[in-house]
């Protein structure tokens, strides 16, 4: 895969991360996601490929969609697939909070894994642990290893858990195993990275959530050379059944190469201020956005800090 597509595909989360940003606060979900949508599917579609969206984002905005199995960009150069979301945590952008981000990943085509489930209990962990977690054993288990390789004491890490009503027995569990907490209302994409990033104060993420911000995560991770898996969690007989189509067992464990297979970029920008990317500061000539851009191949991160001037490109 061209190197050179890592620069190009950020501008398209730079341009999502401006346009939702502008509605920070405005308490509008639905506007904050179309304006994203907007801006990413026009970047993008001024890029040299041919990619398709293996994930994606529902709904139809002014005509414009990024939803699965569309095709995007301008229809020549490499043969892509692009897993997107314009707005990961549009709840948090809308009342002003922590960690929103517009994120990518692109991949050569036949790398990116559909999820067949909405949901999936996942695992997360930075370089150190990769190889010494295992979803399928206890929060404790997990915590009393993870302490062990970074040698420290299980009351000295931090976990990441999604704040939600059915992780009420994981959060019993951690707390009772003595390692802190840190619950998120959304954006458990961000907090799979911040495992990754030595001084985030972030050292595993638990718990189950949306399958396609799953892969993301994966994605992210594998260009970290971090560790992640996944299991698979159907809320319905009609995911049961998609799964079975599509010959996956009940309790498969995938790991990051079995979601992301191959080269990866991935591509994240700051839209509101997080655990280790700022969010897009307006200014009187337009705006300052803080980026990461990095590549599975070459394991190659990149900090970009952009400015934008307003009048020298099309407003957001």
């Known amino acids: 895969m061209d190197r050179n597509l890592a620069i190009e595909f950020v501008r398209a989360t730079e341009a999502a991360a401006m346009a939702s940003a502008r509605l920070m606060g405005r308490g509008d979900e639905r506007a904050a996601m179309a ?32 939803e699965e199995g569309i095709e995007v960009g301008r229809g020549e150069g490499p043969e892509l697939e692009i897993a997107l979301n314009p707005l ?8 002003g909070g922590y960690n929103a981000l517009s994120l990518l990943a692109i ?19 930075g370089p150190d642990a990769r190889d ?5 054993e206890t929060p404790k288990e997990n915590l009393t290893r993870l302490a062990e390789i970074k040698k420290c004491r299980v009351r000295d890490l931090t976990c990441v858990i999604l704040n939600r009503p059915r992780h009420v027995n994981l959060i019993r569990e951690v707390r009772e195993a003595g390692a802190r907490i840190t619950l998120i209302s959304d954006g458990d994409v961000a907090g799979a990275i ?21 892969v993301m995560a994966a994605a992210a991770i594998k260009c970290m050379g971090g560790g992640f898996q996944g299991i698979f969690r159907p809320k319905n007989k009609a995911e049961e059944k998609l799964l079975l189509a599509r010959d996956i067992a009940p309790e498969r464990v995938f790991d990051t190469e079995d979601l992301v297979d191959g080269d990866i970029v ?17 200014k009187p000539w337009g705006a300052v956005t803080h980026s990461i851009v990095m590549r599975s191949q070459s394991g190659t991160l990149r900090h970009i800090k952009a400015e934008h001037h307003f009048d020298r490109k099309p407003r957001y």
């Open 132 to 136: 010494v977690v295992d979803i399928r």
């Open 88 to 95: 990961e945590g549009a709840r948090v952008c809308s009342t």
């Open 35 to 66: 304006e994203s949508i907007l801006a990413m599917r026009s970047m993008i579609d001024s890029i040299e490929c041919r990619a398709k969206v293996i994930i994606g984002e529902k709904g139809l905005f002014d005509g414009v969609s990024l």
């Open 194 to 214: 911040s495992t990754c990033m030595p001084d985030s104060g972030i050292d595993i993420i638990f718990g189950e959530g949306g399958a396609a911000e799953g």
């Open 107 to 125: 991949a050569e085509k036949g790398s990116i894994f559909r999820p067949p489930a909405v949901y999936m209990d996942k695992i997360g962990v």
């Open 266 to 282: 991935f591509a994240a920008t700051g839209v509101t201020n997080g655990s280790f990317l700022n969010g897009v500061l307006f």
